[in-house]
T-cell receptor, first 111, second 114 residues
Framework: NAGVMQNPRHLVRRRGQEARLRCSPM?????VYWYRQLPEEGLKFMVY????????ESGMPKERFSAEFPKEGPSILRIQQVVRGDSAAYFC?????????FGDGTRLSIL | GNSVTQMEGPVTLSEEAFLTINCTYT??????LFWYVQYPGEGLQLLLK?????DKGSNKGFEATYRKETTSFHLEKGSVQVSDSAVYFC?????????????FGTGTRLLVSP
């Protein structure tokens, strides 16, 4: 069974560009979570989605960040007009019931 | 609110030494508790979990007991190996949320030398 697949593994963007991070959950998992990890820190919850629905986005910045989990295809975390402070590792996790299984993350670097 | 506090690292041990990584939490009611491990360049892997007071989670020689009275979930291993070198995260899932919205500690780096 394939695990949670995230791509790209590394993404470099210049300030003001858009970043799109993709996450394919494990087969049979309908719950997707996005977390952000700043250097030397723990993971911080951003958003929880089920197919076509955002369930909890309490950890997501109000501006520039959005997430979706369409009926078909991967979940997408989109960051518009990136700034230096967006540099971090972004992890996706999926679950059916419990517990959450994590992908290897996308390391986003902003030049 | 909900929070997790872990001992700061790095924790440096020789192979076959005894390991303890402290974790305490603040939460309402009875959260579920987890330990995750992160190897360099990888995502988090679930190491063990406990869902109610006095439960003991165990896996690969690691153990942790859910102590409601001390709000703790300390990670222990009797004899560490070089391959255990990684960052260990304690986490909780608040009561009544299922396993959504994990709250993580800041992580403790473990370095094991031969």
């Amino acid at each position: 069974n394939a695990g949670v697949m995230q791509n790209p593994r590394h993404l470099v963007r210049r300030r003001g560009q858009e970043a799109r991070l993709r996450c394919s959950p494990m087969k049979g998992h309908s719950h997707v979570y996005w977390y952000r990890q700043l250097p030397e820190e723990g993971l911080k919850f951003m958003v929880y989605l089920q197919k076509e629905n955002i369930i909890d986005e309490s950890g997501m910045p109000k501006e520039r960040f959005s997430a979706e989990f369409p009926k078909e295809g991967p979940s997408i975390l989109r960051i518009q007009q990136v700034v230096r402070g967006d540099s971090a590792a972004y992890f996706c996790a999926s679950s059916r019931d419990q517990p959450q299984h994590f992908g290897d993350g996308t390391r986003l670097s902003i030049l | 609110g909900n929070s997790v506090t872990q001992m700061e690292g790095p924790v440096t041990l020789s192979e076959e030494a005894f390991l303890t990584i402290n974790c305490t939490y603040t939460a309402t009611g009875y959260p579920s508790l987890f330990w995750y491990v992160q190897y360099p360049g990888e995502g988090l892997q679930l190491l063990l979990k406990a869902t109610k007071a006095d439960d003991k989670g165990s896996n690969k020689g690691f153990e942790a007991t859910y102590r409601k009275e001390t709000t703790s979930f300390h990670l222990e291993k009797g004899s560490v190996q070089v391959s255990d070198s990684a960052v260990y995260f304690c986490a909780l899932s608040p009561m009544n949320t299922g396993f959504q919205k994990l709250v993580f500690g800041t992580g403790t780096r473990l370095l094991v030398s031969p």
